[in-house]
């Protein structure tokens, strides 16, 4: 039986925690709660884990799994009245927004993912 412990381990990114609220699922609009989330960035997907602690489980129930490839990213100023404020869109019509008080670190995350987009669409 192949274990979760067994998959070959993609590069983190980034690692932090991040206000996250998902406001649609397959193009279904959701209820929006913000979450404060334990996100890693890998190769190809964000990675929302409920604790820190948790994150040798898999991703489910509580936690997400963000597909990146094929995905949009951008700020906004009208979804939210909060600041540092971007949405991530995936191909299949889920879109989170996510948020930190800290610019640099807000600027630092939409860059890093923004990049991911870019080279995971392209292979
Ligand atoms: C929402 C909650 C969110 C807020 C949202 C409210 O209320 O206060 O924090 O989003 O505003 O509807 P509830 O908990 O009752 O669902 P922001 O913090 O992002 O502004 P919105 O409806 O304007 O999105």
């Not at 609009?29 to 190809?44: C, E, F, I, P």
């Not at 898999?58 to 939210?80: F, H, M, N, R, Y």
Request: hydrophobic fraction near 30%; include cysteine; proline fraction near 2%.
């Amino acid at each position: 039986v192949l274990q979760e412990s067994d998959l070959p381990q993609k590069p983190v990114e980034l690692k932090e925690h991040l206000n996250v609220a998902k406001i649609s699922e397959s193009g279904k609009k959701q209820r929006k709660n913000w979450a404060l989330m334990w996100t890693v960035l890998t190769s190809d997907q964000l990675l929302l884990y409920k604790d820190k602690q948790d994150t040798s489980q898999k991703p489910g129930g509580k936690t997400d799994v963000v597909q990146l490839c094929g995905a949009v990213i951008e700020w906004t100023k009208e979804k939210s009245s909060r600041k540092n404020v971007f949405q991530i869109t995936t191909n299949t019509g889920s879109e989170y927004l996510v948020q930190t008080d800290s610019y640099s670190t807000a600027n630092k995350w939409c860059d890093a993912i923004r990049k991911t987009i870019d080279s995971s669409t392209k292979d």
